[in-house]
């Protein structure tokens, strides 16, 4: 089934890939993008045309997710993987990397396999499963990379704890070198860390919270670095939270140490102070750091230290957040709060123009991770993402696509509305709202 | 009964109040103390009233003080504690809470070994409610009696120097204790191991000693935290023993100080660990005052949460003996 052609009209085209930035029409036919060109000089004729007014608009290529958790198999009463695409495709991201630590653990290629059918039955933004790196995530056994990238695995991780054992990080680094894919940590020293609830700071202090100090990242995040020096695997660092690693991997990457990062958009914006009142929905791990920690991390994304932003999306159940601060679960739903959040903190608020952020969520995740999308380049899939970039909404969980409403934003204002995703051509998510209405010729 | 007190609806903490809000219950603890030495102890002020004591935390001293308190007000009291209640069973405490208001009570006493557990409570119930200690983050009515002890001691609390001893990391009486003297205007040291002081103690306002000696020559009182033994087990300090000849604050080191020192502890005391037998017997000792202010300043609290005018504390003792 070949989805209509669509001509989207009048909107600022923006592909990092390619230097474009340029208001004018972008054509997708047969899944690909047929051309683009200024406004009015791309036509096409015979076939019903689904044409969008996109004035006023970015179209950018689609987000690329490289970390989240959609929770199915074992908890479909949180998130599934048709809820977890869906939201997904309302966020702006025609694609994301599934975390394995699902129950029973993504460790095989059986387990590969069931995560993209789902996806593909969903139909909404595309899935890529994440194969564990240890055999049910215990951090003994190498897990089948092989097979699992045969299956359809992009990466492997452990993600949700920490490969403790250094030896088995550099035989993950070394062994994934055959199949070219990255290997994902989740950089916590576990004696360090053990029982914390926030970052460890005058908050904590405070509180009477235990707190995870800064070194319990930094700590993993230098022995990972300097484990991809020995071997030369790649080694991708999940959710950086802490000036300190910002400073390793820019020393990882002045030593040419093939070493990538990622930055959430809850660490881009908010601090330990979200904690106040022990408000569970900002409880995540690794924990809201400091203001410093928050500008460090910024300047990194802006100037490629960190090299993508992902969401760390984490639904959980609404009562399972609604509990004593120590006992409730970390993680926050990201999917369809990302593209606001950092239009609001890092575009709107001057830390970088949309150009360095369409980079760091659909360009470099994409080349990253090898995946499809991420460029509007002439004959690429047509993964799109349309959005007004100055809309304001207030966030309300509620209205959520995802089935988490466990969002630190609730309540607030942000900038920044995704109108129309597509993959493949297809549109897979449209703005409620009738202010975006595509215009349908008569047949 | 009415929220609008001077207080608000709760008592969740130190750090909340203010230092006159401090001063009030205070000064309002001070006509309930003559009731306690009375043959009958005991004045109508709320009767009527239901308070529950919900305590997951095993608790002698300062669930017994409540319930005095409680009972010497007239109010009706129901101690509920974490084994045989539906708490043991896995409920959780938003619906333990939401079925203890089901039953129209007026007030909460919660203890619970999750820092803002009290505060948790307090956001979703009409009922007041009033911290007993929630995990390593406040005890406020422990705060509150022992200032009220040391303003007996020194009839003032401006300007006085405290220096609070121990295990300051993991003492929810230590951080209510640092709140409220400092809102009173004393001034506030604490002594301990650093392994057992939190990391970011410089930015509490209050001076680091690293010796028990140093602290000794310069407070006017020593609190002397209880240390708790499974700390040793966690690993955070080697041996009581050698706790006892670093920190322990001994006869022989209060001698040498340049004056007499005045002792409290919230207790309960190890005894030739934190603190020597004969200091905490000895004639500067004010540990037993601290538990009988305990019921007077927790019959302020109820008072004043309940509603009650503080002018008229003195007229609320009720008749005669």
Request: aromatic share 4%; glycine share 10%.
């Amino acid at each position: 089934m070949t989805a209509p052609a669509v001509l989207l009209r009048g909107g600022r085209l923006v592909d990092p890939t390619q230097k474009l930035d340029q208001i004018g029409d972008l054509l997708i036919s047969d899944g690909r993008i047929e051309a683009f060109g200024r406004v009015g000089e791309v036509r096409r004729d015979g076939d019903a045309l689904d044409t969008v007014d996109c004035t006023g608009r970015i179209v950018s290529p689609g987000f690329v997710d490289v970390h989240c958790h959609l929770r199915e198999p074992g908890r479909e009463e949180v998130e599934t993987i048709a809820t977890g695409a869906r939201a997904a495709a309302a966020g702006g991201f025609t694609a994301v990397c599934a975390m394995p630590n699902t129950d029973p653990v993504t460790d095989n290629q059986a387990a590969v396999g069931f995560i993209i059918r789902q996806a593909n039955r969903a139909g909404a933004a595309r899935v890529f499963p994440i194969g564990a790196i240890s055999i049910g995530q215990q951090g003994k056994t190498l897990a089948e990379f092989g097979e699992m990238v045969g299956a359809g695995a992009v990466a492997v991780s452990d993600d949700g704890k920490p490969v403790v054992s250094a030896q088995l990080m550099r035989t993950a680094l070394e062994y994934a070198r055959t199949f070219g894919i990255p290997v994902a940590d989740h950089c916590e020293e576990p004696t360090l860390a053990a029982n914390g609830a926030m970052n460890e700071g005058i908050v904590s202090a405070r509180l009477g919270l235990k707190g995870i100090p800064s070194e319990a990242e930094e700590i993993m995040a230098i022995r990972d670095i300097l484990l991809a020096r020995r071997t030369g695997g790649h080694i991708h660092l999940c959710h950086m939270s802490t000036r300190g690693s910002v400073e390793l991997i820019r020393w990882g990457k002045e030593r040419g140490i093939n070493v990538t990062a990622e930055a959430c958009p809850h660490h881009l914006s908010l601090t330990e102070e979200a904690v106040e009142g022990y408000d569970t929905n900002a409880k995540m791990n690794p924990p809201l750091r400091t203001a410093d920690d928050v500008v460090a991390l910024q300047e990194a994304v802006r100037d490629g230290t960190i090299d993508v932003i992902a969401t760390d999306h984490a639904p959980h159940h609404y009562d399972e957040k609604e509990r004593e601060f120590a006992d409730a679960p970390n993680g926050i739903v990201g999917l369809e709060t990302a593209l606001a959040v950092n239009l609001t903190w890092l575009v709107h608020g001057g830390v970088m123009d949309v150009t360095t952020l369409i980079d760091r969520m659909a360009c470099t995740p994409a080349r990253l991770f090898k995946l499809p999308g991420g460029t509007l380049r002439r004959g690429s899939v047509a993964d799109v993402t349309v959005f007004d970039p100055d809309a304001e909404w207030t966030v309300d969980p509620a209205r959520f696509v995802s089935k988490g409403r466990n969002s630190p934003y609730a309540g607030r204002a942000l900038r920044g509305v995704v109108e129309l995703t597509l993959v493949d051509g297809r549109v897979i998510h449209r703005r409620r709202e009738a202010s975006t209405q595509g215009t349908r010729p008569p047949r | 009964m009415s929220a609008a007190g001077a207080l608000g609806k709760d008592l969740l903490g130190l750090e909340d109040l203010s230092g006159d809000q401090i001063r009030l219950i205070l000064d309002t603890a001070e006509p309930f103390k003559e009731i306690s030495e009375r043959a009958i102890k005991k004045v109508p002020t709320l009767r009527g009233s239901t308070i529950v004591n919900l305590f997951f935390e095993a608790s002698t001293r300062t669930r017994v003080s409540f319930e005095f308190a409680e009972k010497r007000l007239s109010a009706d009291t129901v101690n509920v504690a974490s084994s045989g209640s539906s708490v043991s069973k896995g409920e959780t405490l938003v619906d333990t809470a939401r079925n203890l208001e089901a039953m129209r009570i007026d007030m909460v006493v919660i203890r619970h070994g999750a820092s803002g557990a009290a505060r948790f409570l307090a956001e979703r119930i009409e009922s007041n409610v009033i911290n007993a200690g929630d995990g390593t983050h406040e005890h406020p009515t422990q705060g509150l009696l022992d200032m009220l002890t040391l303003r007996d001691n020194f009839g003032r609390l401006d300007g006085i120097k405290v220096c609070i001893c121990g295990d300051v990391l993991h003492s929810r009486v230590a951080r209510s204790n640092i709140w409220g003297l400092r809102k009173m205007g004393a001034e506030v040291a604490v002594c301990g191991p650093r392994s057992l002081l939190p990391n970011a103690i410089g930015e509490f306002g209050v001076t680091v000693f690293e010796h028990i000696e140093d602290a000794i020559q310069w407070a006017d009182a020593l609190n002397i935290l209880r240390l708790q033994l499974e700390r040793m087990h966690a690993g955070y300090i080697p041996s009581l023993r050698e706790y006892n000849r670093v920190f322990g604050v001994s006869r022989e080191r209060l001698e040498r100080a340049p004056k007499d020192l005045l002792i409290l502890h919230p207790g309960p005391m190890n005894r030739g660990v934190e603190i020597d037998s004969d200091v905490a017997d000895g004639p500067h000792s004010v540990i037993l005052d601290q538990v009988t202010n305990g019921v007077a300043v927790r019959m302020a609290v109820l008072y004043l949460l309940a509603g009650g005018r503080p002018e008229l504390a003195e007229a609320a003792k009720g008749g005669g003996r």
